[in-house]
Nanobody
Framework: QVQLVESGGGLVQAGDSLRLSCVVS????????MGWFRQAPGKERDFVAAITWRNGNTYYADSVKGRFTISRDNVKNTVYLQMNSLKPEDTAVYYC???????????WGQGTQVTVSS
């Protein structure tokens, strides 16, 4: 199993940038895909971006394409989410998640708050 710890959230203004980090520890060889999700108050948790651990293939939600970039550093066992041109609607708790042997994301971090003021 793996453990995930996110960091990098904060309060920024619209148009600013933030970079979130997710450190992956434990049995990292079992990781297939890493993803970022977000949950705004009163809303469901939504997919933001994902990256395959071995090949680095990336996937994005339409709402963040062109503004967010997911990347990973296999040496540091860290996944990043670079968020540019932030909008107030990007305000949410952002979660890092790992998909290992099954089709679903089975391990989640504790979340980090991102607040974008207008």
């Amino acid at each position: 199993q793996v453990q995930l710890v996110e960091s990098g959230g904060g309060l920024v203004q619209a148009g600013d940038s933030l970079r979130l980090s997710c450190v992956v520890s434990g049995r990292t060889v079992s990781v297939n895909t890493m993803g970022w999700f977000r949950q705004a108050p009163g809303k469901e948790r939504d997919f933001v971006a994902a990256i395959t651990w071995r090949n680095g293939n990336t996937y994005y939600a339409d709402s963040v394409k062109g503004r967010f970039t997911i990347s990973r550093d296999n040496v540091k066992n860290t996944v990043y989410l670079q968020m540019n041109s932030l909008k107030p609607e990007d305000t949410a708790v952002y979660y890092c998640a790992a998909r290992q042997s099954g089709p679903n994301y089975d391990t989640w971090g504790q979340g980090t708050q991102v607040t974008v003021s207008s």
